[in-house]
């Protein structure tokens, strides 16, 4: 029960920090805790399955640094271990004119973080791509692509374990001591002794950082994502991937179309709160984890911000017309009856107490410990470069 190195989570960038870890370091004993029995079983697994290009993150960031480098990484993995991926492309659709000064926007930040290849579409040319597609202007991204994240994540957790990695799965982590010296983590099952300890807990990251640091200036406040299907008669509307300009006031992307990499067709998702970490419906609820995000400080400021867009997610969650119609701005042919229920994922999104909405990655280190606060997209694309970012830390 003595380890060098714990890891708390089994989600990609807890294996990918694992697998990163155990790279640089082949004699240190590590161990992945990980609630569920299986890996990726939240936000890994339940993302669209994108490939993000790194267009929109501020340059300089954490988000923009680590997606273009975790964009090579995670193709060359795929490439290497023969996961399924493709390199579709994607446009990204202005439908008004109001819209075209925010698509420059995007397409200079695009330059800015070195992405190449990336081209105006005039109407006539977007839909020579996309020809169901509506709008005025368009952005095409060749790089963004779709991918098998589960599969990422069972191949990573098999060469970790190969390499002398060690996964506990079943094992929800209830109390950190941090002893200087020794970290006593103790789970429901068992009790673990280390000299340092990474969490990268996901929607719990806020719960696992407390447990060490009671001053904890963030939480995670769940937004769920809800999806719905293409019939397969209709799948012939959506080509490759096609995004609209995202809503300045909002710090999420948008309703889009994304061809999945099983051939489905994807619509969504919109970004709707959630009454409990892992409430991928509209009725979950969990009482205590409902009142940590009214009773925080920074919601109040949120409401008062993002109140009304909110209240329109959460009609266009309650009713599929509402949804169909935000849809046909990019696709005026799609139907209610051209949708099937699909998934949905939960978004752990970190938020100070004055209100803000941390759109970066979020990594603290104190001492022996690092914990992963806010990782939000792209961390998927980002794992393997976010995991190197780590075991560097973890050296120093």
């Known amino acids: 029960m003595n380890y060098d190195i714990i890891i708390v989570g089994a989600g990609l960038v807890g294996l990918a920090t694992a697998y990163q870890t155990k790279l640089k370091n082949p004699a240190s004993k590590i161990l992945i805790l990980e609630k569920e029995n299986n890996v990726a079983a939240h936000q890994s697994g339940h993302n669209s399955g994108v490939i993000h290009s790194g267009i929109y993150y501020k340059p300089g960031s954490l988000k ?8 090579n990484s995670i193709i060359n993995f795929a490439k290497e271990y023969g996961i399924n991926y493709d390199l579709c492309g994607k446009i990204i659709v202005a439908t008004s004119q109001e819209e075209l000064p925010l698509l420059d926007n995007i397409y200079k930040r695009g330059i800015d973080n070195g992405l190449q290849n990336l081209k105006y579409l005039s109407r006539e040319e977007f839909r020579e791509i996309e020809p169901h597609c509506e709008g005025v202007k368009a952005i095409k991204v060749p790089q963004t692509g779709i991918i098998d994240y589960p599969g990422i994540a069972d191949k990573i957790k098999e060469h970790f374990e190969e390499l002398g990695g060690e996964i506990r799965f079943n094992n929800e982590v209830k109390n950190i001591i941090d002893n200087n010296d020794e970290i006593i983590v103790t789970t429901a099952a068992s009790e673990f002794r280390t000299k340092k300890l990474i969490s990268c807990a996901g929607l719990y990251s806020d719960k696992v950082t407390t447990m060490t640091n009671n001053k904890n200036d963030v ?21 490759h991937l096609i995004y609209p300009i995202p809503d300045p006031n909002f710090p999420f992307l948008g309703v889009h179309f994304t061809r999945m990499i099983d051939g489905n067709i994807e619509a969504g998702p919109n970004a709707v709160l959630a009454f409990r970490k892992e409430g ?27 109140g009304k867009t909110g209240l329109g997610e959460m009609h266009r969650s309650l009713s599929k017309a509402a949804f ?73």
């Open 219 to 239: 939480i995670i406040i769940p937004f769920r994502g809800e999806y719905y299907k293409i019939k397969d008669e209709k799948k012939h509307l959506v080509r």
């Open 324 to 396: 169909t119609k935000a849809l046909q701005k990019l696709l005026p042919e799609i139907q209610e009856n051209d949708l099937v229920p699909g998934g949905a994922g939960v978004r752990a999104q970190a938020c100070d107490r004055n209100g803000n909405l941390i759109d970066d990655f979020d990594i603290v280190k104190n001492g022996n410990i690092i914990h992963v606060r806010n990782a939000p997209s792209p961390a998927a694309t980002s794992c393997l470069s976010i995991g190197k970012k780590i075991s560097k830390l973890v050296e120093n």
């Open 64 to 71: 923009a640094k680590n997606c273009i480098e975790g964009y």
């Open 280 to 306: 991928y419906r509209f009725f979950d609820f969990d009482f205590n984890e409902t009142m940590q995000t009214l009773l925080w400080p920074g919601f109040r400021k949120i409401v008062a911000k993002y």
